[in-house]
């Protein structure tokens, strides 16, 4: 459209029309410049994200009342920024910096979050700006460019992190490409939970010995840091026996499967996961006969509480409930589960009172009696053998 028509369309005072010159990238920078102070909201939002729009007339709009007019602003200068030559740089820089800036202090967090995430990445913004962002109280701000910006150094950081910010900036941090070990240290010292374990599970953290040996001093009763501390490579021998002490059997047998240890140390870690093994195992053991003691008190120990513990593979169960059902000493009942015999193991079921339907199962699933050995039942619920023929059976065991 030729500058005479866009003249004529301007003087029409038409909303269609002023928009159609708004949005359009042919349109004259001295009819844009008018446009930018029109009346309709609509009008100037789309000047401000018309990429034709002159610097001059969007110094007007960084400080427009409406909203919607900064973010669509913001958004332009910040993805434009990066593509402008050194030479358009240098003649709007005075402009589009001092944009940025009233953007970046801007009063809504949702104008100044929409610049940082645009800037995070960037390196040609003063390095100001982003530090501005990088403080600032909103962590919607402050985290894209904390976790991000190549801009901020490790002075930078620790400022923002001697500054008290929020939790999730400091996990930004600690989520970065690369963190040296003076801002792991800093990190550390705020103890931090989440932060802590970030930084932790952070390959390209850097962390020196010592803080490892101080984390490891303080995790015990911190679960989240666990595994990420196990993982990390740096950790010293003394911190690998000290954490033995307190992460869960699985961890412990990572630690125990490291090929960078010394033979004394791998030899300390199998024992304790072994020591560690047989007490989880012993404690298992003790909660599965106080169950079936609780339910034989309360005469609740019946053939369907032994079949559903039998068809559940709960052998603790089924050997400490046998033995309270048939009165006979525990050594003994284990000493006819394991011989896996059919008959005497037939016999244990009838002198526990069970069912031929229940000792079929306890031959099957807990004594593992192959199905051609096992003794079936008469008249298919009856015990097959007397109880004379059981009674002597179970004495040869005694």
Not at 148 to 161: A, K, N, Q, R, T
Not at 246 to 272: H, W, Y
Request: hydrophobic share 45%; with cysteine; proline share 5%.
């Amino acid at each position: 459209m030729e500058y005479g028509a866009q003249k004529e369309l301007l003087a029409a005072s038409d909303l269609a029309a002023r928009l159609q010159l708004a949005g359009s990238p042919d349109t004259r920078p001295e009819i844009l410049y008018y446009l930018a102070g029109d009346e309709s909201g609509d009008v100037r939002q789309a000047v401000a994200a018309n990429p034709a729009t002159p610097v001059q007339a969007d110094a007007m709009l960084a400080d427009d009342a409406d909203e919607e007019v900064r973010s669509d602003l913001t958004l332009k200068i910040a993805r434009l920024l990066p593509d402008m030559s050194h030479d358009e740089q240098e003649k709007v820089r005075e402009l589009t910096f001092d944009m940025l800036k009233r953007l970046a202090s801007d009063q809504l967090p949702r104008v100044r979050a929409l610049l940082a995430e645009e800037l995070k990445s960037s390196r040609r913004v003063p390095v100001s700006i982003v530090r501005q962002l990088a403080l600032d109280v909103a962590v919607i701000v402050s985290a894209p460019v904390l976790e991000y910006s190549p801009l901020l150094s490790d002075l930078d950081l620790m400022e923002v992190i001697a500054a008290g910010c929020a939790q999730e900036a400091l996990c930004a941090i600690a989520r970065r490409d690369h963190v040296s070990e003076d801002v792991s240290d800093a990190v550390v010292a705020t103890f931090d939970v989440p932060a802590v374990a970030t930084l932790l599970a952070n390959k390209n953290a850097s962390v020196r010995e010592a803080t490892l040996d101080k984390i490891t001093n303080n995790a015990a009763e911190v679960q989240r840091w666990h595994e990420p501390l196990v993982m990390r490579p740096e950790l010293s021998i003394r911190a690998v026996r000290r954490v033995a002490g307190f992460v869960a059997s699985s961890l412990l047998r990572v630690l125990a499967e490291r090929n960078d240890l010394d033979g004394d140390t791998t030899r300390f870690l199998s024992k304790r996961l072994k020591a560690r093994i047989d007490k989880t195992e012993g404690a298992l053991q003790l909660e599965e006969q106080e169950q079936a003691r609780a339910l034989d008190q309360s005469m609740l120990l019946d053939d369907e509480a032994m079949e559903q513990a039998i068809l559940s593979a709960r052998t603790d169960f089924v050997l400490e409930a046998l033995t309270l059902r048939s009165e006979l000493p525990p050594e003994i009942v284990r000493k006819i589960v394991t011989g896996a015999s059919p008959k005497v193991v037939t016999a244990l079921a009838w002198k526990a009172k069970l069912s031929m339907r229940t000792a079929i199962q306890l031959q099957s699933r807990t004594a593992r009696i192959p199905p051609k050995r096992m003794l079936n039942a008469r008249h298919g619920t009856d015990y097959p053998l007397t109880p004379a023929e059981m009674a002597a059976l179970l004495v040869k065991e005694l």
